[in-house]
């Protein structure tokens, strides 16, 4: 959907957003007017005089305050997960203002080439890495940030100066894919797709898809500017990304432990003041957040635990977080011997997926329960609950369309659009055979079977159909060298091509092709590949990768 939107209206709404949330940043260090927002029947006011908030046995006043800050995490934040779960990455991504800066030396022509190899730390780690920030940033929220106005402001500033001097060390969008807190919580939220995210494996060939870099050229063209800083791109195709990466240790610790920040982050509120409507009323009125960094973290059962706040808070998020990290390994185990004992296998990569969607469904209805619809006090009449309703059926229809995926399904959805292609290149009249419908019109498991019955074709043209497969999913980026053995083992199965012949027509691609194939996969370390003489049909390990040097 967003991806087929023009470069240019996009760089206007990321210009909008990126002088909005600037202008919020000011307002945290100056602002003389939003305080009047807050006051007696106001919109973001008591609606009767002097009152106060419990906090810790005391009744505290509730005095005006700048709103900055709960504008920012109340609406701002909850609204970027809102997008993700309804429009995906791709509409975020493109119009995210972190990823803006991120790409400022680039629109000014200083931005570096470096790209992060695939045997790297950082490329092997780097979910590590951004879940661990995302855990960092929920604690300086919770410890520093979340109502000191001075403190976020200078929060979001250096959060920003980050993202740019990423964007100026590496090409791409490594910011995003590899340092940015918020990339995991996107990963949640939009893989392996959200309720009205584009198609990328089904698209045209040479189509800029998704969220991929890209960028107008002189005539008003617009053309993709990947330097591939990543392979299997959340930006390129996010499904295949998923897929790609789903039985990945880091991906259970994302998706499991998730859900215990989430619900970590919002009931420490209660555990903190002993008020469970704390964080709709004197939450955003706490304005020294420094001063109270070794004050009592919990406040339970009417008394005070003498615990200083800045262990309590880290305290809580890994209790929780632990929690439901050992709660989803165990679901998992026993979704697996539950699917065998109804004699249902499932692969790996399936269990994942199931138990991942259901992962995502009770995160996202956590944050909303726990820490948004709290907070919607000042709308009018039904609008909290409206937006509560819209929250239940969004969920609900994004894990309907999820439960659906599975990794065979997409890869022969892709197969079939390749094997569609190649058909419509042949010399063949093939009305024979389909009986009045089109090629458009037949799924894949029938075009394999066409591709497969008609005389003569198997000795004739299956070789040539499975290079042009080949060569379009090179130069696309939807696989990498080395992993299109794995990722067409099933299309060469239907083809009846052994292993022998896939190394001998990628040979003569990479010969052919080099230019436009080498340019693609300019970010994996297999730029050439040769067989060994003595390779054996199925015996991957033979297959001998060159590395390009770095630049």
């Known amino acids: 959907m967003f991806s087929q939107i023009s470069e240019r209206y996009l760089h206007i709404t990321r210009y909008i957003l990126t002088i909005g949330w600037l202008v919020l940043i000011i307002s945290l260090f100056y602002d003389p007017i939003s305080a009047n927002l807050t006051e007696t029947n106001m919109m973001f006011g008591p609606s009767v005089a002097n009152t106060c908030f419990e906090f810790q046995g005391e009744c505290q006043p509730l005095t005006t305050y700048p709103i900055g800050a709960r504008i920012f995490w109340g609406m701002v934040v909850p609204s970027s997960i809102l997008i993700l779960l309804i429009f995906g990455h791709e509409a975020w991504r493109r119009i995210c203002p972190l990823s803006f800066f991120s790409q400022i030396p680039r629109a000014l022509g200083l931005q570096k080439k470096r790209v992060i190899r695939e045997n790297s730390w950082l490329h092997r780690n780097y979910l590590y890495l951004q879940f661990g920030l995302l855990f960092l940033g929920l604690n300086i929220r919770l410890l520093l940030v979340n109502s000191d106005r001075f403190l976020l402001g200078v929060f979001l500033l250096l959060t920003i100066g980050s993202a740019i001097t990423v964007g100026f060390l590496y090409g791409g969008k490594t910011w995003c894919n590899y340092f940015c807190p918020m990339a995991p919580v996107q990963m949640i ?78 009931t420490y509120f209660g555990f903190y003041s002993g008020n469970w409507q704390f964080l709709s009323s004197g939450v955003w009125n706490e304005t020294n957040q420094l001063k109270t960094l070794l004050a009592p973290g919990f406040y339970l059962g009417g008394s005070t635990i003498p615990i200083p706040k800045l262990i309590a808070v880290p305290l809580t998020l890994v209790f929780f977080s632990g929690i439901t990290y050992a709660l989803g390994l165990w679901a998992e185990k026993h979704y697996r011997r539950y699917r065998k004992r109804i004699r249902k296998p499932l692969t790996p990569e399936q269990l994942h997926h199931h138990t991942f969607s259901v992962a995502t469904f009770i995160a996202f209805n956590c944050l909303f329960f726990l820490g948004v619809r709290p907070s919607l006090g000042w709308l009018p009449g039904i609008m909290p609950n409206v937006i509560s309703w819209i929250a239940i059926a969004a969920s609900s229809l994004w894990l309907a369309k999820a439960w659906q995926r599975s990794a065979q399904k997409y890869a022969r959805e892709r197969d079939g659009h390749l094997l569609r292609r190649q058909l419509k290149k042949l010399p063949l009249n093939l009305s024979d ?24 074709f198997a000795n004739q043209y299956r070789l040539q159909m499975y290079s042009g497969v080949l060569c379009e999913a090179l130069e696309q980026k939807n696989v990498s060298i080395a992993s299109s053995f794995r990722e067409f083992q099933g299309l060469r199965h239907k083809l009846k091509i052994n292993d022998s012949e896939h190394h001998t027509i990628l040979e003569k691609l990479l010969q052919e092709h080099s230019q436009s194939i080498s340019q693609a996969q300019a970010s994996f370390d297999d730029t050439t590949v040769l067989r060994s003489p003595n390779a054996r049909s199925g015996d991957e390990p033979t297959t001998i990768y060159f590395r390009k040097s770095s630049k």
């Open 433 to 456: 055979y389909l009986k009045g419908r089109s090629l458009e019109e037949l799924n894949p498991d029938e075009l394999y079977t066409l591709a497969t019955v008609m005389p003569n």
């Open 189 to 266: 939220y939009s893989e392996p797709s959200s309720l009205l995210t584009s198609v990328a494996h089904t698209a045209p060939p040479k189509t800029i898809t998704q969220s991929m870099c890209r960028t107008v050229d002189s005539s008003g063209k617009e053309k993709s500017a990947c330097v591939a800083c990543k392979s299997s791109c959340i930006d390129i195709d996010a499904e295949h990304s998923y897929w790609e990466n789903i039985n990945r240790p880091d991906r259970q610790l994302l998706y499991y432990a998730y859900i215990g920040l989430a619900i970590g982050f919002f």
